[in-house]
């Protein structure tokens, strides 16, 4: 199966600073997710990005399928973007989502 | 609002005895996961239901069953809980196998 590779898997900002966060696939995906996992556990799905760039508020993804990694950007961070930041991806033909291990991200006041 | 919902938010039980934990949907999704997330670890599937089908992940150890009795509703029953089965619990549904996966709050298992 896929194996699902994040980087870094610490950061701490200041409050305002932008951030961005890699991961890197072994093989091709068909859908490619990145979520949030606040202090309370709870996974939100940030975007559903198998490829090209979208763009919501503060945060944006890119995902270059061809050469198997996509990336998050974090702008003007805030102290509730802090938790872990999940990428995860389904390999063809399976349907079993593949997790990284995450980036756990501290943003100070 | 459409969503997942996941029912109790913490749930303590005594080693070995029987617990049952809800999830119900209002997305109308045809697919329901349920995953096991332990402390600094990635989420793991245990297993899914695509309509009725269900589909579990080999390493999934046999005290953990499902049911799944409506659209709307999934369970996760684990048989007898040991100290180890100790996690948070997350239910994900999908409108059809490979799209995007939308996750409830999760259940929070102490075993004690």
């Known amino acids: 199966g896929i194996q699902v590779e994040q980087s870094p898997p610490d950061l701490i900002l200041q409050e305002g600073a932008n951030s961005t966060l890699r991961c890197n696939f072994s093989?091709?995906?068909?859908?490619l997710q990145w979520f949030h996992q606040n202090p309370w556990g709870q996974l939100i799905n940030l975007f559903y990005?198998?490829?090209g760039t979208k763009q919501n508020g503060r945060l944006s993804a890119t995902t270059v399928a061809t050469e198997r990694y996509s990336l998050l950007y974090i702008s003007s961070s805030q102290t509730t973007d802090s938790g872990v930041y999940f990428c995860a991806g389904l390999q063809g033909g399976s349907e079993k989502l593949v997790f990284g291990k995450g980036t756990k991200l501290t943003v100070n006041p | 609002d459409a969503m997942v919902i996941q029912n109790p938010r913490y749930q303590v039980t005594q080693f070995g005895k029987p617990v049952t934990l809800s999830c119900s949907q209002t997305?109308?999704?045809?697919?329901m996961y349920w995953y096991q997330q332990k402390s600094s670890q990635a989420p793991k599937l245990l297993f899914h239901?695509?309509?009725?089908?269900?589909?579990n992940e080999a390493d999934t150890p046999d005290n953990f069953q499902s049911r799944r009795p409506n659209t709307s509703f999934c369970f996760l029953d684990i048989r007898s809980p040991g100290l180890g089965d100790a996690a948070m619990y997350l239910c994900?549904?999908?409108?059809?196998?490979?799209?995007?996966?939308?996750f409830g709050p999760g259940t929070r298992l102490l075993v004690l």
């Open positions: 994900a549904t999908s409108l059809i196998l490979g799209m995007d996966q939308y």
């Open positions: 239901y695509y309509d009725k089908d269900f589909n």
């Open positions: 093989d091709s995906v068909n859908n």
């Open positions: 990005i198998p490829s």
């Open positions: 997305l109308n999704h045809n697919v």
